[in-house]
């Protein structure tokens, strides 16, 4: 577990400190956190699904594949 330093407006911090008490607010903030992640994680591959099925990118991409193998090394970092 590590711990995470954020900045959060006074008042809400007021208002949090008024409602949650001392020993819930981690597990709080951390399924809030994990649900902003776990949408943001779908809306990106529902993205990444939409860039593999475009079929212009695709085509577009063929025609760097002619590069590979030209042989010029892969950089090594």
Do not use: F, H
Request: glycine share 4%.
């Amino acid at each position: 577990m590590q711990k995470v330093l954020v900045s959060v407006p006074d008042d809400l911090v007021g208002r949090m400190k008024a409602v949650i008490p001392p020993r819930q607010r981690s597990k709080i903030l951390t399924k809030l956190l994990e649900d902003e992640v776990k949408i943001r994680e779908a809306k990106l591959y529902q993205c990444a699904r939409k860039v593999e099925s475009d079929q212009s990118l695709n085509a577009e991409m063929e025609d760097w594949n002619t590069t590979v193998g030209d042989g010029i090394d892969a950089e090594s970092w």
